[in-house]
């Protein structure tokens, strides 16, 4: 059984920066891929950004492509979310994710490829 647990989240002034980190366990995190979503009140939860299980593979959604960026340390079995420039509009819950049946080492971007979920970490965005 894989365990996430999300941190860092919190209030941010636009232009700020914010690192979010997801802590795993149960399982050897070297095995799958990572992947960071969010949600805004009323919107459906959303991809941001994913890392391949060896770390050489990454992807972003355009809405933050440039200013994200998301980095895995295996040996700490953690995953980071970089955020820098923040905007408002990247006010959401964010949460951590792993596909644990991507087995081509690859990225994925979908919320259907994802088996297991944190439980958010709250980043709000406001001077």
């Known amino acids: 059984q894989v365990q996430l647990v999300e941190s860092g989240g919190g209030l941010v002034q636009p232009g700020g920066s914010l690192r979010l980190s997801c802590a795993a366990s149960?399982?050897?995190?070297?095995?799958?891929?990572m992947g960071w979503f969010r949600q805004a009140p009323g919107k459906e939860r959303e991809f941001v950004a994913t890392?391949?299980?060896?770390?050489?593979?990454?992807s972003y959604a355009a809405s933050v492509k440039g200013r994200f960026t998301i980095s895995r340390d295996n040996a700490e079995n953690t995953v980071y979310l970089q955020m820098n420039r923040i905007q408002p509009e990247d006010t959401a819950v964010y949460y951590c994710?792993?596909?644990?049946?991507?087995?081509?080492?690859?990225?994925?971007?979908?919320?259907?490829?994802?088996?297991?979920w944190g439980q958010g970490t709250q980043v709000t965005v406001s001077s």
């Open positions: 994710a792993a596909d644990l049946n991507n087995v081509s080492g690859g990225v994925a971007t979908v919320r259907e490829a994802y088996d297991v």
């Open positions: 890392i391949s299980w060896a770390g050489t593979r990454t």
């Open positions: 149960g399982r050897t995190f070297t095995s799958y891929t």
